[in-house]
DNA sequence: CTGAAAGCGCTTACAG
DNA sequence: CTGAAAGCGCTTACAG
C-alpha cells in the first residue's frame, strides 16, 4: 500500500505551470494569478501533495525547527513552557526539538554548538539562558534566540517576569495578617529569580520598617529537600518565624513537612507561602498561597518574538516583563 | 565572524579522497583504509566539519527524527517518558519531536499523517496508542512505531506494564494489614490500564474470598478533582471503607482531601493507597502509599524498540512487559 | 578499498 | 505574472 509520494514536478505537470509557480503558491507568494492558484491547488489536492521539508530545508538553508534549551528537566515549569511554546510553533509550521542540558556542563558549548545547524533558533530557558559561555556563543554565531531571564545579555531580546514586584507583595500581603517575624527561603543560587525574590522580600520589610533579620532567612536549591532543612534550621531558633515564604512550591512544601514534625497547625501556629502555582500547590494540604506566573504566555510571547525575528521582521519591542500575580489559599493567615 | 560552513566536498578536497569516501567515514561504514580514514577525520576536525542534516535527509530519504505522540500533555508521566526517550535517542543521533494531541479528536488521523514525512517513527503513549484509527492509519500507511500500552494491536512491537499484577499487590497488601472494605477508584475509562487496575483489585479480593462490592467502587477520571468527589462518595456511604486505593496519585490526593473534609485521620481512621508513584506522591502528607511504575525504562525500552526497527534489525522480541512495585509510605496502616 | 555520475525535491537569482 | 537553469550537500547504485 505505499504509494509513491508525489513531489511538486508532479503538481507542475497535471496543473500545467512550472514548478517555481507551484512553489510561490505553497509559499504564499504574491504575484500569483488567482486562476493560476487555484489550478495548483487543486492539482496539489487531488495528488495528496505535501512538501518535502528535507529538500526545502536544503534549499533554503532553514530547519523550520527551533530548539528549547534547559536544565531542571522533570519541573512542571518546564512542562509548561513547552505546551505553550508547541502551540505557537503550530501556528507558523515550526517544530519543537527539545534539549535539557546543565548549565555548568563543561562541554554544553560543544554540544549547541553542533545543535546550532539543526534549528533557525533557540529559545533559552533559565538558568541555561545566564550562562555567559553560552550567551558568548550565541552572540559571536550570530544565532536568533529569545533569552528567558532575569537579566538582559546584549541586545538579544528577552522575557522576564516580575518576581521581584510578586514577591514583594507577597511579603506585603504576610506583613498585612499581622505577622512580624517572617521568615524567607532562598531559591537556587545560580537563577536570577532567586535574588529578584529575594530582593523583593526585603523591599516589603524595608518599606514597612521592619529590619532585615538574617536569622530569619535560609538558602534553599528550589527542591523540597532543600526546604524541609531550611524550614528545620528557622524553626529550631528560639524567635522562631510565624509565617515562612519559600521562594518556590517544592521548597514550601518541604515547609509544611517540617510543621508537620514541629507540630504546628498551618496556617494557626505558622503560615506557609510559596512561589509558582505549581501543581502540587493547589493539592497540598491545606492549599498553598503562592504566586502564579504567567508561564504559558512567557512561552507564548517568546516563541512569537523568535518567530518575528527569524522571519526578518524585528518590528515592535522584543523585549517583554509580565507580572505575577497573588493566589491566596489557606496556608497563610493570622498569626496566633 | 559569520564563517561559511565546510561541505563535504571542502573536506574530500582537503583529504585528498572522493566525497563519496567522506561519506563513508561519516557513516562508519566499513571497507575503508585505516590511513585514509584518518585523513579524512584530520581533514574533518581542521574545517569543523559537520555534516549537513537536510542534504542526508533529502538523499536517504530518512529525517534521523523520530515523533512522540500522547495526550496527557502536563502529566509527570509524559515527562519521564520524554526524558528517558531523549536519553536514547541521543546515542543514535536521533531527534525528538513531541507531538501532543487527543485521542478523540476527529481530525487527529489527518493531522497525524501530516507528520508521517517528517519523522522516521513514532513511540505512541497511553491513551492515544489505543485509538483504534491511529493504529489503522499506521498500519495502512507502513510507519514504524512502537506502542505503549496495555493491549497489542495486530503485529505492531509494544510495550506494556504489569498494572494488573501490581493493583493485585496493593489490594493484598491492604488486606494483609487487616483491611476488609477495601473501596477502590477506578480510572479514566479509556485507558487500557484502568481496566487492568481494576482487574487486579477484583482478583486479590477474589482470591481471598472476599466479595466484590459496587458500593465500594467509584467511577474515577485520573485528575485529583475526580478522585475528591468519589472519595465524598464512598465516605458517604453508612458502611464505609476503612481503606481506599485509588488508580493514580492525583486521584489519590483527592482521596486525602476528602479524609481532611470529613475529619479523618491518615491512616488511623482511613488509609490510601496510589498508583504511579508521582512527585506528589512522595511529597504529599501523609506520604503516599503507592505502585512504582518503571517509567524511564519503559521509554527507553520503546525508543530502543524503534530504533532497532529503523535499522532493520528487528532481531530478539520487540514486545516487554515489565513489573511494577509496591512503595510502601505512611499513607497506609491496619484499621481502627 | 575507492570513485564518478546521477539524483533526492525543493529554492534562489535571474530573465522576460 | 511566470518560467528555465543552477545548485543546496548529501546518498544511492554502480563500476572498477
Redesign the pocket.
Known amino acids: 500500500m505505499i504509494t509513491?509520494?508525489?513531489?511538486?514536478?508532479d503538481v507542475a505537470r497535471l496543473a500545467?505551470?512550472?514548478?517555481?509557480?507551484?512553489?510561490?503558491v505553497?509559499?504564499r507568494e504574491?504575484?500569483?494569478?488567482q486562476?493560476?492558484?487555484d489550478k495548483v491547488i487543486a492539482a496539489a489536492e487531488t495528488l495528496n501533495?505535501?512538501?518535502?521539508r528535507?529538500?526545502?530545508q536544503?534549499?533554503?538553508?532553514?530547519t523550520f525547527v527551533i530548539g528549547m534549551l534547559y536544565d531542571n528537566p522533570n519541573s512542571d515549569y518546564v512542562t509548561e513552557v513547552q505546551y505553550g511554546c508547541l502551540q505557537v510553533c503550530r501556528e507558523y509550521g515550526y517544530n519543537l526539538l527539545i534539549h535539557p542540558c546543565q548549565a555548568d556542563s563543561p562541554d554544553l558549548i560543544d554540544e549547541i554548538g553542533g545543535l546550532q545547524h539543526q534549528v533557525d533558533g533557540f529559545i533559552v530557558l533559565q538558568p541555561v539562558s545566564d550562562d555567559q559561555r553560552l550567551n558568548q556563543l550565541l552572540l559571536e554565531n550570530n544565532i536568533a534566540c529569545v533569552r528567558v531571564s532575569q537579566r538582559p545579555f546584549e541586545e538579544f531580546p528577552w522575557i522576564s517576569v516580575g518576581d521581584k514586584e510578586a514577591a514583594d507583595q507577597m511579603t506585603e500581603y504576610l506583613l498585612d495578617l499581622g505577622h512580624r517575624r517572617v521568615g524567607f527561603i532562598i531559591g537556587h543560587p545560580d537563577h536570577g529569580s532567586s535574588h529578584d525574590r529575594l530582593a523583593g522580600y526585603r523591599s516589603a520589610l524595608k518599606r514597612r520598617d521592619i529590619r532585615y533579620d538574617e536569622n530569619l532567612v535560609a538558602q534553599g536549591r528550589f527542591d523540597l529537600e532543600s526546604g524541609l532543612s531550611c524550614a528545620r534550621k528557622l524553626l529550631s531558633s528560639t524567635s522562631r518565624p510565624t509565617a515562612i515564604f519559600a521562594s518556590n512550591d517544592p521548597m514550601a512544601m518541604g515547609v509544611l513537612s517540617a510543621a508537620h514534625e514541629f507540630g504546628l497547625d498551618v496556617p494557626r501556629q505558622l503560615s506557609v507561602a510559596g512561589f509558582d502555582d505549581s501543581p502540587l500547590a493547589r493539592h497540598a494540604w491545606p492549599p498553598l498561597t503562592t504566586v502564579r506566573q504567567p508561564i504559558t504566555e512567557v512561552a507564548r510571547l517568546a516563541t512569537n518574538v523568535l518567530m518575528q525575528q527569524l522571519q526578518g521582521r524585528s518590528e515592535g519591542d522584543s523585549n517583554h516583563r509580565l507580572q505575577a500575580e497573588l493566589v491566596c489559599r489557606a496556608s497563610t493567615g493570622s498569626p496566633g
Open positions: 509513491k509520494r508525489s513531489t511538486i514536478n500545467g505551470v512550472s514548478i517555481k509557480t507551484v512553489s510561490r505553497f509559499n504574491p504575484n500569483v494569478r486562476s493560476t492558484r501533495y505535501r512538501p518535502n528535507s529538500a526545502r536544503l534549499a533554503s538553508n532553514l
